[in-house]
């Protein structure tokens, strides 16, 4: 429990200075969108497991925003896609550096011969709670 709490910490101070700009359930959908590239709404209120008419009002707030956009969906013919914008992309990409950062900084207070064993821990850990592999994810490696 206690290297939880300092992963939480790391984790509210990555995200401290966004939250001044998004609420903390629409960075999940910028990451996840990120992530896994342009989604019908359905398919992100699903992911996050939401039910779609909450989602709603958030993918309103995003797209007021500017955060998304929605977009034709090329396999539906009346379907629409929210796609993550460059404005979108660029508070995600500066919360996933905050993060990487200050996880080197923590990282760099561990005795070098133990960091190896660290990260091998922490990818098990990673993929025994079904987080995906970061090879198999679009962009960010979030």
Do not use: K, Y
């Amino acid at each position: 429990m206690h290297a939880s709490r300092g992963l939480l910490g790391v984790i509210a101070r990555s995200v401290a200075e966004a939250l001044d700009e998004v609420s903390l359930p629409q960075l999940r959908v910028l990451v996840l969108l990120c992530s896994a590239g342009p989604l019908r709404q359905g398919a992100v209120a699903e992911h996050l497991g939401v039910h779609p008419s909450t989602f709603s009002r958030n993918a309103e707030r995003l797209v007021a925003g500017g955060w998304v956009r929605r977009a034709d969906d090329p396999q539906r013919r009346h379907g629409v896609r929210l796609e993550v914008t460059e404005q979108g992309r660029a508070l995600v990409e500066r919360v996933s550096a905050r993060r990487r950062d200050a996880i080197a900084e923590v990282l760099a207070r561990v005795p070098q011969e133990r960091r190896r064993a660290m990260a091998d821990m922490f990818e098990e850990f990673s993929l025994a709670a079904g987080e995906p592999d970061p090879r198999d994810m679009q962009t960010l490696a979030l």
